[in-house]
């Protein structure tokens, strides 16, 4: 069973618009979300992250927003840009010596 | 660049081959991952290596086997490989196990044909 679920495979936005990933998981021990960023052909790279003592973490043009009641964590990339087009995979982690559980991924198209 | 290199980018081997993937991280990190990653999947988690030891084995086929001579290098052995197989092998490292920020080598595209 997924532990964490991305449940949109695509999103396609247009520049200078707002695009919202969303993500959900199961385990409430998890008190750790990460976001990364995948291009083609190379591995992922880190993007933003949130302990779950908090409910908004920003960095420049992206912002994750993690709802604990819910399970649920967004990315919101405001403006986005076409250089933002990629696959961006939610994962997180529990304490003590777990490595991170991914999503399956979203693909953001982001049109000119 | 993330400071984790992967070589090669590349593989095509047969399913009687023995073929080894290599990653190199002078981060500092003393934990190391692999993962696969196909296609409509999640990550999927391997193998961990934490100070030279290895701390976790996902149910991984012994087809896979891996190897850590030191913290900077992990290797991935492969031998008799089945075409399901096939996919994106990604490598990572962290300061430690504890810390979750992961990061990630480009990754080896393996197909067994």
């Known amino acids: 069973d997924q532990q964490v679920k991305q449940n949109s495979p695509s999103l396609s936005v247009q520049e200078g618009r707002i695009s919202i990933l969303n993500c959900d998981y199961t385990?409430?021990?998890?008190?750790?979300f990460l976001w990364y960023k995948k291009y083609p052909a190379e591995g992922p790279t880190f993007l933003i992250s949130?302990?779950?003592?908090?409910d908004k973490n920003e960095d420049g043009r992206f912002t994750v927003f993690l709802n604990k009641s819910a399970k649920h964590l967004s990315l919101h990339i405001v403006p986005s840009q076409p250089g933002d087009s990629a696959v961006y995979f939610c994962?997180?982690?529990?304490?003590?010596?777990?490595?991170?559980?991914f999503g399956k991924g979203t693909r953001l198209s982001v049109i000119a | 660049e993330t400071g984790v290199t992967q070589t090669p980018r590349h593989l095509v081997m047969g399913m009687t081959n023995k073929k080894s993937l290599k990653c190199e991280q002078h981060?500092?990190?003393?934990?190391m991952y692999w993962y696969k990653q196909s296609a409509k999947k999640p990550l999927e988690l391997m193998f961990v290596?934490?100070?030279?030891?290895?701390?976790e084995n996902n149910s991984v086929p012994s087809r896979f086997s891996p190897e850590c001579p030191n913290s900077s290098h992990l290797f991935l052995h492969l031998h008799t490989l089945q075409p399901e197989d096939s996919a994106l092998y990604l490598c990572?490292?962290?300061?430690?196990?504890?810390?979750?920020?992961?990061?990630f080598g480009q990754g080896t595209r393996l197909t067994v044909v």
């Open positions: 981060l500092g990190h003393n934990a």
């Open positions: 949130i302990s779950s003592i908090k």
């Open positions: 994962a997180a982690s529990s304490p003590g010596n777990t490595p991170l559980v």
């Open positions: 990572a490292s962290s300061q430690d196990q504890d810390n979750t920020e992961a990061f």
């Open positions: 385990n409430s021990m998890f008190d750790y």
């Open positions: 290596y934490n100070f030279k030891e290895q701390t």
